[in-house]
């Protein structure tokens, strides 16, 4: 089992949605903790690799032995994937500095049990992390807006950065080296992330770290070794 990290460095407002808003304050809402520290589901930040991933593979494939696909689909794994084909790769949850969400649940965890008034809540949490963006379509034809069409959105300020923990678990048939730089080049790739990412928000700079090291570099200089005409 190898651990590395993913960091994500938010270059531009960003909204991790959870799918639903809150009644008469907001139509869609950000993904948070019970804490109130928004945070970017395991499950999603996978599909949004695989996804950058596959458009490398499909380049990539072009007039090659299909070896990458292979690759890709053990990191990944691939649909209906049993014991023998399930992912290497475990992508946790992506989220703010652990220390700093630590504190605030200590400070939280003392105020409850000394039966006192919280001086910073949830709210308190997630409005210092996040701000309000609202939208509406414009008739084309008087240049008005299009009544009933105003949306509000909550979004994540940018400068923000977010890490996600990943477990990687080779079979000792795995090319390693193939797969970490399939996976870095990935992580370059991925530059848009979250609700709106084609119309402005979540532009995004992820790192593929391994303790305290950045490794992105040295993996992608394998992948452009391996990947050169």
């Given at each position: 089992m190898i651990t590395y990290f993913l960091k994500i460095k938010l270059l531009s407002d960003t909204t991790f949605s959870r799918g639903d808003g809150v009644a008469g304050l907001i139509d869609q809402e950000v993904e948070h903790d019970a804490f109130g520290f928004p945070y970017?589901?395991?499950r999603t930040l996978k599909g949004l690799l695989r996804e950058e991933c596959d458009?490398?593979?499909a380049v990539l494939a072009v007039g090659r032995p299909p070896d990458w696909l292979e690759v890709a689909n053990a990191l990944f794994g691939?649909?209906?994937s049993d014991i023998d084909t399930i992912a290497r790769m475990h992508v946790g949850d992506a989220c703010l500095p652990e220390d700093l969400r630590q504190a605030v649940a200590l400070q939280f965890e003392q105020e409850e049990y000394q039966g006192e008034k919280r001086m910073l809540t949830t709210a308190d949490i997630l409005s210092s992390l996040t701000t309000f963006r609202r939208?509406?379509?414009i008739n084309p034809q008087n240049g008005a807006p299009t009544e009933g069409s105003l949306r509000s959105s909550r979004v994540i300020l940018r400068n923000l950065c977010f890490c996600s923990q990943l477990i990687l678990?080779?079979?000792p048939t795995d090319d390693l080296n193939k797969m970490m730089a399939l996976f870095a080049a990935s992580t370059l790739a991925l530059r848009?992330?979250?609700?709106g990412r084609n119309r402005g928000r979540g532009h995004v700079q992820c790192t593929l770290w391994q303790g305290t090291q950045e490794v992105t570099p040295q993996?992608?200089?394998?992948f452009e070794q391996e990947t050169k005409a």
């Open positions: 970017l589901r395991g458009n490398l593979v691939i649909p209906g939208q509406t379509s678990n080779p079979k848009r992330i979250g609700s993996h992608l200089r394998y």
